[in-house]
């Protein structure tokens, strides 16, 4: 390496870098350099000093230097031009993301806009309509342990596919979570999925073609409503009430529109936190095996469920052991979203179809995240967690509903459990979504849980959300002494 | 708690326990206590001795008798009952996984069986039909390093969904890596996919209907035909040479079945690991523009390439920069397949509407990976990785195609990069890869990679999992004179 070269310009200044920060030198150099690109005091075609001259007058050694020009070269900074050195490169003009705020919706309120909207980085505390708990309620500090355990063991199974099945010790996991309400499946009938959300388009991608009717409640979680949309299938809502589907509209339904299949949420239905009674489940599976539906149970919200001990809770699959029904669930709502790990359980044949499906759409899920969540179901806190989270959302349910009945709010289906209320506005949730929105908040109106799509009084509001002065005086202005 | 009940079984001898372990004294009382439990030397429905009990017992605090009981629970060997203690639980029968072999073909072989195969856990040596590199060859320490970066930073970042278009950072890191190709995507033209095989799923989804025509190159990267017949496709193939598609069958293809997509591997071509000329790339274009033909570029071996400077490459998108070309390109090859970080480039509008449309899908891909994909392309030493694993592989490539040739195999396509040959044996090699499948080897027949699924004397060997003698007598016992 000579230094002969027509002159470099000084890359930084003298002094600049310091042994004491928490910050590498390495990294030091890589900040002011690329600050001072970014400032243009350094121009694209400029030629950077080389790795020994660098290293002499910052007084650091040449390894320091090469790392840090790796960085920028990696970063878009500089290129490298073999035996001629490091130039400042043109940049490409990075576009950062416009500052959060509520989107306005282009065409109304529609469920991409509802579900875009829920993934801004709006405080928690400003979105009443969101479906997921604050993050300070759940356990970071486990997922992040989990995830170093993972990261510790042979480096080699952070390299290869999983198995597209799953995660074997985690499907043996969730043999003995099933077992404890009831539901009988072997490892192998069980299938990992990337969230509920990827369960439910791979089922219905399974049982569907375009054109088939796949039955819903009414209301019920509206992303699936999209989902199958662009299936191609018909999405026919079935009225939901406290203790479960109306029944006869029910078969009737069934016998109008043969549909392939019924989703429901047994346990903790989104929007309403209601669960089936006994009674009701029993019919449910009276009037699928009778018009040869495939019942699909979504039980996302199984661990704020306190258990049949405490409260009824009737599944389907518990009852059926997977030879009509179709059992879903995951740890997005109760672990870590980001984890994506959901699971499908069925019958054997289904479960092998349906890992041969997964394969094909997505090869495997990420292995890594079912090793995490295989450590912290092992670890034997998760149990405990979730039963802090329900003694939380315990703490603060009947309370939230009283306010919210006081400023005018009707309740008909108090919650017994769960984090969601649906509540009667007496007047058009869109309307007051939209005013919601330009207030900066985030409300779920009740359309969007209907797969009619109709303009409805009600909304979905999570009470963890609900603990903001704003979100009160915001409703409270809205509703003021119309609605008692 | 009190002593005076019923009388609990001795868990465990006293003096098992040692401080001196590597593995925690919880962990050695899991450990001891599961395994009494599951030779039956404790019996289902017996009580366990009391917290304080046990702790006197064998001198250790009740602490770390609560974590293992805890841990107990969790993995279904106790159960607790409030008041009463701790009992041993019946266990449902955990059903192990039968041992890794290859697994018989029930109807001859077809796709999913080879993929089925591909996710055994066969040494890589004996699977010279697998797709991927020795997990040895990648850096899993950098992997590991950056996950454990990803952990260390806030934890909410754990906990909450990503952005269903993906990790910002990321796909700023992304639009640099695509400028060197000279494909200009601003980070709001990419969307992050869980691989390829999901990016190629939700454009397929996108842009075709049941009955529409795919077409894809023949031989072609085999899974993607079984995911596009899942979807209703009809997937029709152009012969592949040496320097790209036929393309007067394209054209005539292109005029008979009006296709919708036309899928293609233009730098390292799976199975052959040939580019597309200039010249083609241009005519490529050409004839999709007349027939309104949606080009997706599948770019998954982009870092195998040592860089157009080097051998000639010509990119699709870099001509067409993202009007009619869908690019697609993913780190499963060079960096780890389990991280399942792919992303698709598109124009502006057609990359919002696949956002919404993953959304629908799955929510979020895994932040997490996103995050630590990031981390390793910001690092700079991915670029130095790369190159490392060019040099291994052209290290063994022509010493390699002299062995195969020497054996009696003819290669017509002699790659100049990548880790495939396509080798011609001469012989039905569905006939060849059943026969390596009884001596426990993975071979990846000619057939497999053609939408025909016709019989085929080809196969794909990989030049990294060559290195195993016993994969050379197989070989040389089966085409012993018959072919030279």
Redesign the interface.
Known sequence: MTNTKLPALPAMPAGLLTRDADESLTDQIVRTVAARIEERLLRPGSRMPSIRAFAASHAVSAFTVV?A????????YLASRRGAGFFVRA?????T?PAAAVEPAEQGLDV?WL??NM?RQLPHQQMPGTG?LP??W?D??A??AA??H???RR??????????QGH?PLR??L??KL?EVEI?A???QIVTT??V??AL?MVA?EFT??GDTILVDDPAWF?MF??FA?L?ARVVGVPRLADGPDLGRLAELAALHKPKLYVINSVLHNPTSTSLSAAKAFQVLRIAEQHGIVVVEDDIYCDLHPGAGVQPATRLAALDQLKHVVYLSGF?KTM?????VGFIAASPELARRLA??K???????????ERAVHQI????????HAERMRARLDGMRARTVRQLERIGLRIDMAPPAGMFVWADAGRDTNVLAEKAMAAGLLLAPGSLFSPSQLPSCFMRLNIAAMQDAAVWRFLERELDGENR
């Open positions: 790392a020009y790796d960085k920028l070269v990696a970063r878009g940049r490409p003009g990075t576009v993301a991409p579900v875009r993934f997921v993050a300070e759940l970071g500090e997922v992040a995830l170093r993972v990261t510790r480096q080699d199974i952070l390299l290869n596919y999983g198995v597209p074997l043996q996991q043999q003995l077992a009988g072997a490892p192998e990337a969230g959300t990827q388009d991608r073609r375009p992303l999209a989902s662009a191609g997005s870590a979203a980001n984890l994506r041969d499906r394969m094909l759409q997505t090869l495997t899920t990420s292995d890594i995240g179901l092992c670890e034997g806190t998760y149990r405990k």
